[in-house]
């Protein structure tokens, strides 16, 4: 049986993307690791009472945006690859 290159490379590309943003997290971790023994990390959310509501308002937002993209990838399929790269970020993030 003859392997169809075109989803094979678009395999690899989307694992090493996958790595890539992998890769990318755990940096900015161990920069947050670095400032905090350093004590010069800033918290993203001032006031810690605060912090649910703000995840549930980042989360939120997280879904309307990953709603608009499978939208979009239902109605242009040719941008099919690329709204996928796209929604690795988004569900990385999650």
């Not at 608009?68 to 993030?93: K, M, N, S, W």
């Amino acid at each position: 049986m003859a392997l169809d290159c075109h989803n094979d490379n678009h395999i690899c590309r989307n694992h090493r993307h996958q790595a890539l943003l992998a890769t990318a997290r755990q940096q900015r971790t161990a920069k947050r690791y670095e400032e905090m023994d350093a004590c010069k990390y800033k918290p993203l959310v001032p006031d810690p009472s605060q912090l649910d509501a703000e995840l549930i308002k980042a989360a939120e937002k997280q879904a309307r945006i990953v709603n608009v993209l499978r939208a979009l990838q239902g109605q242009a399929p040719e941008l099919g690859e690329d709204v996928e790269r796209i929604l690795c970020h988004a569900i990385a993030a999650a």
